[in-house]
């Protein structure tokens, strides 16, 4: 069943509201999951509860972490100081732990025990423990080993009321766990890492950043699988460049890896161990529904980021909210990724300030959008050029054999547009099968790759029923020079494949995008709202003849924000939007055949376009066995 859809069906109702109450703040939003598993990560001071947030970049997961850092209660226990001290031994170095703020004091106390300012018997009072007396008898005399009485403070937690949260934007061997320089004392020589500095608190990497370098995530991975024996001696060496060998500061130090979905699954493959160092595995969503709570939410968060901005109206809002939804693809939700908001305020701001107002408005917003588009429009204009004057050659009009007009989206950086992708079929005897063409000259990614072969598996269970499946097939993507990858192309090949088969025409004033299964069903693709603006523009470009549209997956038509001008086009009744959720639903509109369905004795009704699709692959096959 062929669905067009309407104009008021593709428009994104939003009801007038006032945003005017909602006051300025940076709460984290539609993010309850994963908040309240990283609640729980942070409160559990475990060998193993490290934690791997996953998500976009500006879905704010580091802002969450360290507020949620901010929010837990003091631990003294956990906020000491900590010092190297004389040892006299040039290799096993002596650690001295502090409550914090408390190593400084101690130091000045040695220097006057040193010169006898101070006595034994004081100095034990006001420095009870086994630790200060074994060190004290070890002191060389002051004046002959002078560097024995300074003591080498690396963790200094003077006035910190709160558990230390580090953020260690380059790791390396060095920064992370430290090295040892050319002091004569050896005690003096260590320069400790982020790590150790972490210690009784939290150490936050990129995991991109830390994995990437195998050498140090395996030393990484050494000292968390070692921690438990950190904490309960001091028999684990350190892994700083030199020859000294530090005793390790007997406090846990939880790793919080920030990182994509992509790279959790690959650690996890990879590495059995890594569960058992990361249980607590947070995933922040980069979409979240749009309810009048996310709404508001994300309001308030773009009244803090532009503080010194002009005032907003709420116009400028419902259109920030209207972009929102844009990049989620959905109309019943917004993104997560305020950062992206937050550039689009800032922007219209300049529009705004450029023409002399006194406030934001949502045309500010459209003029910045447009700004967007007009900067990163310069490859989607020499395709459209390319077009215009006949170097691309494809046809918006018309009716052919085996071409089917698919639709792409470019990437280029953060901008992405949509352009039509002439898909062209040839069958001929054989027993090859498809052949991606993409594939055989290095151009095909393995999503693509698998596309073609389901297109395979829905010949087989469509029509090659009662005899094999025998012939030679080459897809290709015309005048297509870079890497094809994702399935969102299948349908309009297994379009153009039929029509190849069949030998029957297809309209060229309808582009086809969506993933077929292999059953016939559709199934949704991304970039719709790019890929639809794509072949609008490509039409637009002589003149919409009325009879041009799109064909879509019904699963996608929750996912169209479309430009206002696609709309009035077709509130106009001048571009077409049509809905399919099978094949066969498709196949009318294209060829102005009856697709066919099997009678109770299994055959396709005559003059049905299935018909003549499983003739021509009976065909195919009688020729494939004549020739072998």
Known sequence: MIRELRTEELRLSQPSRSFSSIAAGTAIIGQEKAMSLLKLGLSIDRVGYNIFLSGEDGSGRLTAVLEEIGKLPPAPGMIRDAAYVWSGHSRNIRLLMFPAGKARAFQADLLAYGRGLIGKDEMLRQWPSPEILSFLES?????????????????????????????????????????????????????????????????????????????????????????????????????????VRPAPIPMLTKIILTGTE????????????????????????????????????????????????????????????????????????????????????????????????????????????????????????????????????????????????????????????????????????????IVNIEHEAGLSGGIHDKGLLILEGYLRHRYAKTFPLSLYAGICFEQSYAEVDGDSASLGELYALLSAIADIPIRQDIAVTGSVSQMGALQPVGGINEKIQGFFNACSISELTGSQGVMIPVQNISSLILPRNIEKAIDEGMFHIYAISEVDDGIELLTGMKSGKRDRKGSFPLQSFNRRVEEGLRDLCRYSQDKG
């Open 139 to 243: 002191l060389p005399p002051y004046g002959e080993e002078n560097d024995a009485y300074r003591i080498n403070i690396v963790a200094d937690r003077t006035g910190m009321d709160r558990r230390p949260a580090i953020i260690e934007t380059h790791p390396s061997h060095q920064s992370l766990f430290g090295s040892s320089d050319k002091e004569p004392a050896p005690h003096l020589s260590i320069r400790v890492g982020s790590y150790q500095l972490a210690s009784g608190g939290f150490l936050i990497m990129n995991a991109e950043e830390i994995t990437g370098d195998e050498s140090l995530w395996k030393t990484l991975k050494r000292y968390l699988e070692m921690t438990h024996r950190a904490l309960s001696s001091n028999a684990v060496p350190g892994e700083m460049t030199g020859a």
């Open 262 to 433: 992509d790279t959790y699954n690959r650690l996890i493959e990879k590495d059995d161990k890594f569960v058992r160092y990361f249980r607590i595995a947070p995933e922040f969503d980069f979409t979240m529904p749009r309810t009048e709570e996310n709404m508001n939410g994300t309001v308030s968060y773009l009244k803090a980021a532009g503080s010194g901005f002009l005032p907003a109206d709420d116009g400028a809002y419902d259109e920030i909210l209207r972009y929102s939804s844009c990049i989620a693809e959905d109309r019943d939700r917004l993104t997560t990724e305020l950062s992206l908001l937050g550039d689009l305020m800032e922007e219209a701001n300049l529009e705004a300030e450029a023409r002399g107002k006194t406030g934001i408005e949502a045309g500010d917003v459209v003029s910045a959008l447009g700004r967007r588009s007009w900067h990163a429009s310069l490859s989607e204009e020499t395709i459209n050029e390319e077009i215009r004057k006949g170097d691309m050659v494809i046809a918006l009009s018309g009716t052919k054999t085996g071409i089917v007009n698919g639709l792409a989206v470019m990437d280029r950086g953060v901008s992405s547009f949509g352009t039509p992708a002439v898909i062209s079929a040839t069958v001929a005897p054989g027993s090859e099968g």
